[in-house]
């Protein structure tokens, strides 16, 4: 009997992100619960971490790569006094003793972090080190020489304090590749002490928030695969930022097939270099890219 790959499904779901899963365990179990032959996610969470895990399925998985510098909200905790080999507090505790910063200290230091700033990653990452995953070299023991990258800090804000146990809470919207573990720790290191995150949540994923988000346990409890692929979004909403040119059924055509547009009509249109959605009959029919001469399919849809 040949094996079923499963259905050709398309869209996108935003799942929230329990605490201790993995990203990739999540994609896997969402496959199987919607019967699909292919989905993936757009930026991994850590399984220390909760929250907006944009899924995309078929069709949208060609999306994915024009995401990345989208930016991402997070609200996380920092625990005062101790710091972990991980940044978090699924680590081992590899320093401690350190004081509890009071408000006013915290506040102050803030604006340090904001705008363009150097972070190096914490080793337990999945940043590839000569070909290999840190995380997995610092379980083997090993110390990788993590490289410093620059990020953007959006906004940070401090949200308050709960004293009685050491730890204070924040929120930031940061630029694709932050790690909001290294900004704990560096905020700590700058008030003269050490921390590491025992929370973090992240909010928003580009234009996906909360008030698409669907818990894990929901679409585990619906009976029918039909039921769980109403929940889906269309591929489409992870471009609702941009812009979008109607074409006709034969211009449609040209386009599934790779072949340009003349501009002629529509060369005020757009500026040149812009990325546009080419749409016909309402339906998603390919990314193009608006250049002088023509209009280039960069991906093409079969929705």
């Excluded at 070299?137 to 401090?158: D, H, N, Y």
């Excluded at 599934?256 to 060369?267: N, V």
Aim: charged letters at 25%.
């Amino acid at each position: 009997m040949k094996h079923r790959r499963g259905d050709d499904v398309n869209g996108w779901l935003v799942i929230d992100k329990p605490e201790g899963m993995g990203s990739t365990e999540v994609v896997g179990l969402t496959r199987r619960l919607l019967n699909a032959k292919k989905n993936g996610h757009t930026g991994t969470l850590d399984p220390f971490a909760s929250g907006i895990l944009p899924i995309a399925f078929g069709e949208a998985t060609k999306l994915i790569g024009f995401l990345g510098d989208e930016r991402k909200e997070y609200e996380f905790t920092v625990r005062w006094g101790t710091a972990t080999d991980s940044g978090d507090s699924d680590g081992q505790i590899v320093q401690s003793g350190g004081r509890i910063p009071d408000d006013e200290e915290i506040r102050a230091v803030l604006p340090d972090f904001c705008g363009r700033i150097k972070q190096v990653p914490p080793v337990f990452s999945a940043l590839k080190i000569n070909g290999r995953r840190a995380y997995d070299l610092a379980r083997k023991g090993e110390t990788p020489v993590m490289p410093e990258r620059t990020v953007e800090i959006f906004s940070l804000a401090f949200t308050g304090s709960s004293p009685a146990a050491g730890e204070s809470r924040f929120k930031v919207c940061c630029s694709k590749g932050t790690y909001v573990r290294s900004l704990g720790r560096d905020i700590a290191a700058k008030l003269g002490t050490c921390g590491h995150l025992c929370r973090l949540r992240r909010t928003r994923s580009g234009v996906f928030d909360e008030s698409a988000k669907i818990l894990l346990e929901t679409l585990q409890n619906m009976v029918y695969v039909a039921e769980r692929r109403k929940l889906l979004l269309p591929s489409e909403t992870s471009l609702r930022d941009i812009a979008v040119m109607a074409v006709s059924e034969a211009e449609a055509a040209k386009l599934i097939h790779g072949q340009a547009l003349s501009p002629k009509g529509r060369e005020s249109m757009f500026p040149a270099g812009a990325l546009v959605a080419a749409v016909c009959n309402g339906k998603m029919t390919a990314l193009l890219r608006i250049e002088e001469t023509r209009f280039s399919p960069v991906r093409v849809f079969n929705l």
